[in-house]
């Protein structure tokens, strides 16, 4: 089992700048590709970005292609999300996922992955 935590939300203005974190606990000595999905008010949870076991590989949605940076410090078992130029409709909550797997690669779906961390509030005011 792995426990994920999200911290670092909150209020920004429009062009603003927040870095999330999600700290992993437990069985952190597995091989797990990391992601980081959104989910607003009544629309179902999007992908966002992720990040392969070795950080060599990564992928953004078109949303925040050039504006989101993952990234990840195994060492202290945290992934990150930069997140620059923020604009209203990023307004939501921020989830951390890890999915297990021997291969060095990224995953876009949600269904692929098998932990979840409790989220964070991000919210953009213009």
């Known amino acids: 089992q792995v426990q994920l935590v999200e911290s670092g939300g909150g209020l920004v203005q429009a062009g603003g700048s927040l870095r999330l974190s999600c700290a992993a606990s437990g069985r952190t000595s597995s091989r797990y590709a990391m992601g980081w999905f959104r989910q607003a008010p009544g629309k179902e949870r999007e992908f966002a970005a992720t990040i392969s076991w070795s950080g060599g590989n990564t992928y953004y949605a078109d949303s925040v292609k050039g504006r989101f940076t993952i990234s990840r410090d195994n060492a202290k078992n945290t992934a990150y999300l930069q997140m620059n130029s923020l604009k209203p409709e990023d307004t939501a909550v921020y989830y951390c996922?890890?999915?297990?797997?021997?291969?060095?690669?990224?995953?876009?779906?949600?269904?692929?992955?098998?932990?979840w961390g409790q989220g964070t509030q991000v919210t953009v005011s213009s």
């Open positions: 996922a890890a999915s297990r797997g021997v291969l060095d690669v990224m995953k876009v779906s949600l269904y692929e992955y098998d932990y």
